[in-house]
């Protein structure tokens, strides 16, 4: 990529560059620290490690139509998941268990059996 070819690495420490790219691979190469943003909202951050940890996990972010509901989805999220979820702000999100069925909005099988 020509990024690679261009810029110094590895940077000297201390050195923070701020690189956006559409290419994961050129980031996974060249950053310590990755945040990914869609439509100017940062919606996951962490090493390169990290984020391919959490890729194709199932998860379920909730955020209410009012925030004065934040409790309820929070409880229902929490019943559902059987996990505390993260809450950042008024989006809640929980990972979905492996052994419990997700309906189809959380990308899970809708089968009694699994």
């Known amino acids: 990529m020509f990024t690679r070819a261009v810029l110094p690495h590895p940077f000297s420490p201390g050195?923070?560059?701020l690189l956006t790219t559409q290419y994961l691979e050129e980031a996974d190469h060249l950053a310590a620290e990755i945040a990914v943003v869609d439509h100017g909202?940062?919606?996951a951050t962490g090493t390169p490690r990290e984020l391919k940890a959490r890729t194709g996990a199932q998860i379920l972010a909730v955020r209410p139509a009012h925030p004065v509901d934040l409790p309820a989805v929070i409880s229902i999220v929490t019943g559902f998941t059987l996990a505390a979820p993260e809450?950042?702000?008024t989006m809640v999100t929980a990972r979905c268990p492996i052994r419990r069925c997700c309906p189809?909005?959380?990308g899970g099988?809708?089968?009694p059996a699994c």
């Open 87 to 89: 809450v950042s702000n």
């Open 15 to 17: 050195v923070t560059v």
């Open 104 to 106: 189809p909005w959380c």
């Open 109 to 111: 099988s809708t089968t």
């Open 41 to 43: 909202t940062v919606i």
